[in-house]
């Protein structure tokens, strides 16, 4: 390419390797598209998502498979730069080998890696052969621009470069460019899209313990409302979607956008389901009230329910305020009929025998309640890199006895989401105390179905609990279904 034209950019979604415990649906990656859009502002752009196109390989029969069809698709494409989206350490291995092939195929052309799993871990990209050129740390749009523009004259750098990417202002703000991914959807997903993730709003101001959010910026950064209502409208009018969802960290920190923007989602009307998460502090009842007009589930991250884990979580500095808000808040919701989740995380270091006693003493008592919207949901920690438990492990083994058993487990052979949760959470829980909270929830499965009005039923058990299918009432619920 000469010194006056633009880059072509290729943009990547690797998908990831080894991952036999992943059985979830092919999904549109809204993260991935968003960035694609902005770039696509300025330079030609193609997305491919090697997940989809491809598959999530397993054996090595299969990574083998997936390794030619990945060279043979860069061999046909005519890029300058690959972008590849490591957006978890779930996908690092898959980076990896795409990167390789791509280094083999094209080797004077340019590679670009960013993520949370780059932000974190940078330095997992720096190989002795420059494999990557550049690591993007943070938000991707303004960097990935400057390097794209720098590149005609620039060309490659002499060694892997880290580069910190400067969070994107709300002005700056692109909407999807969906003709970049309208082939693929229409004909990957001609049924229909079962849930499609798009973002209105960028940043989170909490700093949870366990998770990545805390290595972005913290300024909470949403679209305008008319603009967040235009990302909401046209996918549902060009593609056939069930349920959108709002992937945002926490939806609607601001009561003046929150309930205008809600005002204005209720005047769309849209007939797909809705999803969104947020905290139990920024709802309320006039909140609760509009949305009741909808078909709309409303994700609570709740962790735990106790006091002592909260805190450990670093969730709330008053964590008997914040779980009494939302028992509040569950209540209201269940007297409008909405359906609500509670997502909890187990075995997060620093959990004990006393406090899961705890969060399911809370659970026994709004399951005790008749007529309830309110499902349970749960899984065990996951230990990515780049939280605060991961820049403080020394903290967690000394305090609480917590072992890492895994600590690079992304690098490793072994099922990555099994690997991941390969942690010993305290001294009380080792041995057969790992798997004591999956054997008190379980215990529990008949009341935490018994509460609930047949339309939140329907859901869980469609979303979250698959073996209550088999349950009469699931055949007897109303539609509830996306």
């Known amino acids: ?13 690797p998908s990831f390797l080894s991952g036999a415990e992943w059985s979830g649906r092919d999904e549109v990656k809204a993260s991935q598209l968003i960035l694609a859009s902005y770039l696509a502002e300025h330079f030609p752009v193609e997305y491919v998502d090697f997940e989809i196109e491809i598959g999530r390989p397993v054996s090595p029969v299969q990574i083998r498979r997936f390794e030619r069809k990945v060279r043979e698709f860069l061999e046909n494409r005519d890029y300058d730069i690959l ?45 002795p052969d420059n494999l990557v050129d550049y690591v993007i740390q943070g938000e991707g749009e303004i960097a990935f621009k400057e390097i794209a523009d720098a590149f005609p004259v620039a060309g490659r750098p002499p060694q892997t470069k880290i580069i910190a990417g400067p969070p994107l202002q709300p002005e700056q703000f692109v909407g999807v460019k969906w003709d970049l991914v309208d082939d693929m959807l229409r004909s990957r997903f001609s049924g229909g899209i079962g849930t499609l993730c798009i973002y209105l709003s960028r940043g989170c101001p909490f700093e949870c313990a366990f998770c990545m959010e805390a290595l972005k910026d913290h300024t909470w950064r949403p679209y305008s409302v008319e603009q967040a209502i235009e990302q909401v409208r046209i996918p549902m009018e060009r593609y056939k979607v069930i349920a959108l969802a709002f992937g945002d960290a926490v939806l609607g920190v601001q009561p003046t956008w929150r309930k205008e923007f809600f005002r204005r989602l209720v005047e769309l009307g849209p007939q797909s389901w809705i999803f969104l998460e947020t905290r139990p502090d920024f709802l309320d009842e006039e ?20 006091p002592e884990m909260l805190r450990i979580m670093n969730k709330t500095r008053q964590p008997e ?39 399911f003493a809370f659970v026994d008592a709004e399951s005790g309640r008749k007529n309830s919207s309110l499902i349970w949901a749960s899984h065990g920690y996951l230990h990515f890199p780049g939280n605060e438990i991961d820049r403080n492990q020394s903290f967690y083994e000394q305090k609480y006895g917590t ?12 099922d990555p989401l099994i690997a991941s949760r390969n942690i010993i959470p305290s001294r009380d829980l080792e041995g057969e105390g790992i798997t004591l909270w999956k054997k008190m929830f379980g215990e529990r499965q008949q009341q935490l179905k018994d509460c609930l009005t047949p339309k939140a039923f329907r859901l869980a058990a469609e979303t979250y609990f698959p073996d209550w299918r088999l349950d009469s009432r699931y055949d007897e619920a109303e539609e509830g279904n996306r």
């Open 1 to 13: 390419m000469n010194a006056a034209s633009k880059p072509a950019i290729l943009l990547a979604y």
């Open 83 to 127: 972008g590849i989206s490591c957006w978890t350490s779930l996908s690092y291995k898959a980076s990896m080998t795409i990167a390789n092939i791509a280094r083999e195929v094209h080797p004077k052309r340019l590679i670009v890696a960013g993520g949370y799993h780059p932000t974190a871990r940078p330095e997992d990209f720096q190989t």
């Open 287 to 306: 909140d609760i009230k509009m949305l009741s007009k909808l078909k709309v589930e409303i994700q609570f991250g709740v962790e735990s329910c106790s």
């Open 321 to 359: 305020k914040f779980l009494a808000r939302f028992r509040e808040v569950s209540h209201i919701l269940s007297d409008y009929g909405v359906v609500h989740g509670a997502n909890l995380i187990f075995n997060h270091p620093g959990e004990t025998r006393r406090t899961l006693e705890e969060t």
């Open 403 to 414: 072992r890492f058993l895994s600590p690079d487990w992304w690098k490793g052979e072994d």
